[in-house]
């Protein structure tokens, strides 16, 4: 991220004070990563597991976690409560007692829970268990947002282009979730993807629906979709300012803006770009990653009503702490 953005997500992280839970406390990056928290204050840190077996852990990996909440999953108290909340929610599809008990044995999901009942501000997982995992545990324990049907994922976007978002960050949805969005579907990226910015880049969101076809130059079903969903965020959320379908250079450049999509208040000026689905989302993040010399934080999960977020299992301790900033962020 650029300085801009990092120094100003740190400083909000540090204002929050907010309590993340890092259930994968086995896991001797998280504990590292628990000392580089603590120490830089981006929130109050809750790590799952035995006492002991943490403190043992934390001392191979050359890590102080004091100051960190340890929380056993296994003999907590509230554990009973979290078992009939979670079969409470899970009713509608017949979940056995057993299999509740069984699925809040592993820690993203007693973690989960915790974010649920606001005994945590929200939750970092996924440097051991699958996004799959992470995804599920946000939806059991925390749920959607309001208005919100669908969770996906954004990336925040740190370009060379320094006059486009602020200071070159932009964001992209939808990153890493959803193959193929329905229009619904879509509509609740773009919004999602306007709070994202709104939180993350400290700026009022301008959201461009993107196609390959800017107003009309094209058509085919994948465009009328986009054309659809963009109606449905401005019936939705009038307050936003959303426009679509918008092609790349006609939502971020000026010029080219006021040509293809004159009278737009946002083509030209984007700093938050919805993709029409997640093939395009994902290979524009890495495109503009790898080959155009930007950094990318995220996927970074969007629609639930507390801030949960995945790791990739490749996540080195700083990136840990980062996301946790985020998540502190987030939880304001």
């Known amino acids: 991220m650029s ?10 992280a540090r204002q929050a004070d907010a309590r ?49 909440e340890i929380v056993n999953h296994l003999t907590d108290k509230n554990r009973e409560a979290y078992v009939e909340t979670l079969l ?12 509740a008990d069984k699925l809040l044995r592993q820690v993203p999901y007693y973690g989960g829970m915790m974010v649920g009942a606001g005994r945590a501000d929200g939750m970092v997982c996924g440097s051991i268990c699958p996004t799959a995992d992470t995804v599920r545990s946000a939806l059991f324990g925390v749920g959607l947002a309001d208005g919100i049907k669908t969770v996906s994922a954004c990336s925040v976007m740190n370009t ?24 619904e579907q879509l509509a609740d990226i773009g919004i999602a993807a306007a709070a ?14 993107l ?45 080219i803006g006021k040509t293809k999509a004159k009278g737009s208040s946002v083509a030209g000026r984007a700093n938050t770009l919805v993709f029409p689905d997640l093939s395009c989302g994902n290979i524009a993040y890495k495109l503009v990653e790898r080959l155009g ?36 962020v987030q939880s304001l």
Not at 30 to 58: F, H, M, Q, S, W
Not at 231 to 237: A, G
Request: proline share 6%.
């Open 293 to 328: 010399k930007a950094t990318a934080l995220g996927p970074l999960l969007m629609g639930t009503a507390k801030p949960v977020n995945d790791l990739s299992r490749g996540c080195s301790a700083e990136d840990i702490a980062q996301i946790t900033a985020i998540t502190a």
């Open 160 to 183: 060379i282009v320094e006059d486009i978002g602020v200071d070159g960050s932009v964001i992209f949805a939808d990153t890493g979730v959803l193959p193929e969005p329905t229009v």
């Open 211 to 255: 196609s390959f076809s800017t107003k009309g130059s094209a058509y085919s079903p994948a465009v009328q979709k986009v054309i659809d969903a963009t109606e449905l965020i401005k019936k939705r959320r009038p307050d936003l300012n959303v426009d679509g379908e918008l092609q790349l250079d006609a939502a971020v450049i000026p010029a």
């Open 88 to 99: 409470e929610k899970r009713k509608a599809k017949g979940m056995p007692r057993d299999d």
């Open 20 to 68: 993340v839970v890092l259930p994968e406390a086995s896991d001797p990056r998280v504990l590292r990563a628990t000392e580089l928290i603590l120490r830089e204050n981006y929130a109050r840190i809750i790590l799952l597991g035995d006492p002991d077996a943490l403190a043992k852990a934390a001392k191979d990996a050359g890590a102080k976690i004091d100051g960190a």
């Open 196 to 209: 994202a910015c709104r939180s993350l880049l400290n700026t009022e969101p301008y959201v461009a629906m």
């Open 3 to 12: 300085n801009v953005v990092v120094n100003s997500i740190i400083q909000r």
